[in-house]
């Protein structure tokens, strides 16, 4: 473990509460709310609970709706994704509700929406295509099984690049995972339509992966980073200036599945350990190896517990900015 992981308790700090008065909204969607200043400007969509038991993206969304953020130029736009998901939480059991059938976060293709396939997630995708498809600017937020320092997701778009760091320079979120090619195992929200072409008129599309799931600090740093990113497009006052905080950037190179029930890492992980070249990270049955891919590879979210067809872990390089 090296200096950028924390301690790995998981207490559950943060629980769900009621969402059903939000569940109307103003949209005719439910629990999708929309606010117009009149005034010219971005449409930024700030996007809670992709993953059912993602809970501080609730937390930092009602926060906005309960105190009563209001755009001073341009739309804001606040939705809960998945509450059925949710919904379905149980304290026993708090990792088992991150899905119901799909992850709602890889099948923002038109090869999933417009497909034959039915399921909770992808009823709710459909749903919800005109919400983000209609955003200039996407911020959603996401949180992590293992307790480690915030990051960014995003495409390796200039643009997404610009925004992160001047958000991320406040410190809240200020690491950053970039994907030249995608994730590798689906489309995620964030480069749906227009938002996944690199030479388009779409805006900003970032994940903010906020810390462990149920860790109160991982509410605060949602919330917080949700103000900073709709101060940074200008739909509410700036925010009280701070010293910049260092950055770190690492690009994705690989995307590991789980193929088999025999899937083990050779030495547990939690997120940001790094191995040399050649290093074996995990084994997934007879004859199947992870190998680093190069030196200082660094793995980001490992799984908790392996899942067959479920993402293993992501391998990535650091970047020298």
């Known amino acids: 473990m090296n200096d950028l992981s924390v301690p790995p308790a998981h207490p559950l700090e943060v629980l769900p509460r009621d969402l059903s008065a939000y569940r109307a909204g103003n949209t005719g969607i439910p629990y999708v709310h929309r606010f117009e200043s009149g005034k010219p400007g971005p449409h930024v969509l700030i996007n809670a609970l992709t993953h059912g038991n993602e809970i501080c993206g609730m937390v930092a969304a009602t926060h906005l709706l309960d105190t009563g953020v209001r755009p001073l130029v341009g739309t804001l736009t606040v939705s809960f994704a998945h509450v059925e998901a949710y919904e379905a939480f149980k304290q026993h059991d708090p990792y088992a509700n991150r899905q119901i059938v799909h992850n709602l976060n890889r099948i923002w293709s038109d090869e999933w929406l417009d497909g034959p396939h039915d399921s909770p997630e992808l009823r709710r995708a459909r749903e919800m295509r005109p919400v983000v498809q209609a955003a200039d600017h996407i911020l959603d937020i996401h949180s992590t099984s293992h307790a480690v320092k915030p990051f960014w997701v995003y495409p390796d778009f200039e643009r997404n690049r610009q925004a992160a760091v001047a958000v991320g320079a406040r410190g809240h979120v200020n690491i950053h995972m970039v994907m030249p090619s995608g994730l590798g195992s689906g489309t995620p929200l964030i480069q749906h339509g227009r938002h996944g072409v690199r030479d388009s008129d779409a805006g900003v599309a970032l994940v903010a992966e906020c810390g462990q799931h149920f860790a109160r600090s991982s509410s605060v740093v949602a919330t917080e980073v949700s103000l900073d990113f709709l ?57 199947r190896e992870i190998v680093s891919p190069c030196d200082d590879c660094t793995v980001m979210m490992p799984a908790r517990v392996p899942i067959v067809g479920r993402e293993a872990v992501y391998l990535t390089e650091p970047i020298a900015d």
């Open 231 to 287: 101060a940074h497009f200008g739909l509410i006052a700036p925010r009280a200036p701070v010293p910049p905080q260092p950055q770190r950037r690492f690009r994705l190179l690989q995307t590991c599945m789980v193929h088999t029930d025999e899937f083990r890492f050779t030495r547990p992980l939690v997120g940001y350990e790094t191995f040399a070249r050649g290093e074996l990270i995990a084994t997934d049955g007879p004859g």
